[in-house]
């Protein structure tokens, strides 16, 4: 475009652990807030942003699972974690002047809106950036799954998936300094071998649907926007 702009419409999606910083539980304010000024920042371009936040940092249904409950009451669980990070997101990107709306999978009217696929859509025309929260509201799923369904339904150019490193490695970058991290990779390699940039229910999802996902680092400041205007590194899955 005309702007520089890479995407018009894209889906961000962020773990729960991204929001506790250095804690080892529960969301750490400065470090939501610094993660809403990257969404600022990116919003400001003038794309339009749609969000799904895990819930690893309140609740994973499978560790529920792991001591004797019943996996889909689990699920629930962390699908309602996700909610209290979505609302927090919400409140930190509105404390920038970010108009927000969280929209949940489970409806919960009191809180924030029932998912309407429409309405989604509206918000984003209107250029307020869109927080899906709960999932896909079914157990058994995960909020990557999420993040590439509601990509799907709104319409996203890619999924953005914010990690800790700065995209795909053959092995972890973290214990081995000889790691590489690809350039772009396909969809059926990530799977053959196990890559982890996502499950493989989300993978497959995106692969069905042509959906490109962009593995990035979170830790880098100004590393979204930067991506957006056709800079920096990162791993193309498609
Ligand atoms: N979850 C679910 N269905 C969904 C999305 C999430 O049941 O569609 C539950 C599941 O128990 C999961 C938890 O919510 O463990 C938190 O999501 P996730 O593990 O994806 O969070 P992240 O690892 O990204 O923080």
């Given at each position: 475009?005309?702007t520089?702009?890479?995407?018009?419409?894209?889906?961000?999606?962020?773990?729960?652990?991204?929001?506790?910083?250095?804690?080892?539980?529960?969301?750490?304010p400065?470090t939501?807030?610094?993660?809403?000024?990257?969404?600022?920042?990116?919003h400001?371009?003038?794309?339009?942003?749609?969000?799904?936040?895990?819930?690893?940092?309140?609740?994973?249904?499978?560790?529920?699972?792991?001591?004797?409950?019943?996996?889909?009451?689990?699920?629930?669980?962390?699908?309602?974690?996700?909610?209290?990070?979505?609302?927090?997101?919400?409140?930190?990107?509105?404390?920038?002047?970010?108009?927000?709306?969280?929209?949940?999978?489970?409806?919960?009217?009191?809180?924030?809106?029932?998912?309407?696929?429409?309405?989604?859509?509206?918000?984003?025309?209107?250029?307020r950036?869109?927080?899906?929260?709960?999932?896909?509201?079914?157990?058994?799923?995960?909020?990557?799954?999420?993040?590439?369904?509601?990509?799907n339904?709104?319409?996203?150019?890619?999924?953005?998936?914010?990690?800790?490193?700065?995209?795909?490695?053959?092995?972890?970058?973290?214990?081995?300094?000889?790691?590489?991290?690809?350039?772009?990779?396909?969809?059926?390699e990530?799977?053959?071998?196990?890559?982890?940039?996502?499950?493989?229910?989300?993978?497959?999802?995106?692969?069905?649907?042509?959906?490109?996902?962009?593995?990035?680092?979170?830790?880098?400041?100004?590393?979204?926007?930067?991506?957006?205007?056709?800079?920096?590194?990162?791993?193309?899955?498609?």
């Amino acid at each position: 475009t005309s702007t520089g702009v890479t995407h018009r419409r894209v889906m961000l999606k962020i773990s729960g652990e991204a929001l506790m910083g250095d804690q080892g539980y529960g969301l750490h304010p400065p470090t939501v807030a610094r993660i809403a000024q990257e969404v600022k920042s990116v919003h400001d371009l003038g794309v339009e942003i749609c969000m799904v936040i895990g819930g690893g940092n309140i609740f994973r249904g499978l560790q529920g699972s792991a001591q004797g409950m019943e996996r889909a009451t689990a699920d629930y669980m962390g699908m309602l974690a996700t909610v209290m990070n979505a609302l927090a997101m919400q409140a930190a990107l509105e404390s920038l002047n970010v108009f927000t709306r969280v929209i949940s999978a489970i409806p919960m009217d009191q809180v924030c809106e029932p998912y309407i696929r429409r309405r989604a859509v509206r918000h984003l025309e209107k250029k307020r950036v869109v927080v899906f929260a709960a999932g896909t509201g079914n157990p058994y799923f995960t909020t990557d799954t999420a993040a590439t369904l509601r990509a799907n339904e709104m319409g996203c150019e890619a999924v953005f998936k914010g990690t800790k490193v700065d995209g795909v490695y053959d092995k972890d970058p973290k214990k081995f300094p000889d790691a590489r991290r690809y350039d772009r990779v396909t969809y059926d390699e990530v799977l053959e071998k196990n890559l982890g940039v996502m499950d493989a229910t989300a993978i497959a999802l995106a692969r069905d649907n042509n959906l490109p996902i962009i593995v990035f680092s979170l830790d880098e400041p100004g590393g979204f926007r930067g991506i957006l205007a056709g800079k920096g590194t990162y791993t193309r899955v498609q």
